[in-house]
């Protein structure tokens, strides 16, 4: 794994979306993002409803990536005149085993349009082809069908169920099954 994403922030693009890092001007429509306790029923992310608090994640977001512990990009629609309209994150880097958890979360208004799926597939892209990652994994509440499905189309295997191995913000101990993307699978699928 090299880590030269954390050299300059990397942008992603694709012909719908864009993945780059979230600035201040972007406060309200993150704001609305982290104000709906909906996008977090299956997260371990307690919904802030406060402007402020919400302002200073964005530094927050900024000290992630100087530590190099984790990459949070911006999903921006480009048809929506570069929307703020979701989340995707790296983290939990292993170097190890080349080894990266991601996760991802939209703005209620974006489900079920594809752009989770969209955006999961351009991450997958770059960790694998760019960073040389061996194997992605994501860990999904066993309720959270929708993100269960878009982990399925990008090609990850289910891998089982971690019975109450983990202590989630707002959410006490769950269930959490595993998901996972090897490079070799990535590599045999193109």
Same mark, same amino acid.
């Given at each position: 794994?090299? /880590?030269?994403?954390?050299?300059? @922030?990397?942008?992603?693009?694709?012909?719908?979306?864009?993945?780059? !890092?979230?600035?201040?001007?972007?406060? =309200?429509?993150?704001? %609305?993002?982290? %104000?709906?306790?909906?996008?977090?029923?299956?997260?371990?992310?307690?919904?802030?409803?406060?402007?402020?608090?919400?302002? !200073?994640?964005?530094?927050? @977001?900024?000290?992630?990536?100087?530590?190099?512990?984790?990459?949070?990009?911006?999903? @921006? =629609?480009?048809?929506?005149? %570069?929307?703020?309209?979701?989340?995707?994150?790296?983290?939990?880097?292993?170097?190890?085993?080349?080894?990266?958890?991601?996760?991802?979360?939209?703005?209620?208004?974006?489900?079920? !349009?594809?752009?989770?799926?969209?955006? &999961?597939?351009?991450?997958?892209?770059?960790?694998?082809?760019?960073?040389?990652?061996?194997?992605?994994?994501?860990? &999904?509440?066993?309720?959270?069908?929708?993100?269960? !499905?878009?982990? /399925?189309?990008?090609? @990850?295997?289910?891998?089982?169920?971690?019975?109450?191995?983990?202590?989630?913000?707002?959410?006490?101990? &769950?269930?959490?099954?595993?998901?996972?993307?090897?490079?070799?699978?990535?590599?045999?699928?193109?």
């Amino acid at each position: 794994m090299n /880590l030269k994403m954390f050299e300059e @922030f990397p942008i992603l693009s694709s012909t719908k979306l864009e993945l780059k !890092k979230i600035e201040d001007r972007h406060l =309200q429509e993150l704001f %609305d993002i982290y %104000d709906n306790e909906k996008v977090f029923e299956f997260c371990g992310i307690i919904p802030k409803h406060n402007l402020q608090t919400v302002s !200073k994640m964005i530094g927050h @977001f900024d000290r992630d990536y100087q530590k190099k512990s984790r990459v949070k990009w911006g999903i @921006f =629609q480009k048809s929506q005149n %570069d929307t703020l309209v979701g989340i995707i994150e790296a983290m939990d880097f292993n170097q190890k085993v080349d080894m990266v958890t991601i996760g991802y979360y939209l703005a209620e208004a974006y489900w079920g !349009k594809g752009i989770a799926t969209e955006a &999961v597939h351009m991450i997958v892209k770059y960790l694998f082809e760019e960073v040389a990652i061996n194997r992605i994994q994501a860990e &999904v509440m066993p309720l959270n069908e929708p993100s269960k !499905k878009v982990l /399925l189309k990008n090609g @990850f295997l289910k891998e089982g169920l971690l019975r109450q191995a983990s202590l989630w913000s707002g959410k006490g101990i &769950v269930d959490l099954e595993i998901y996972s993307y090897l490079k070799e699978d990535y590599g045999a699928s193109k």
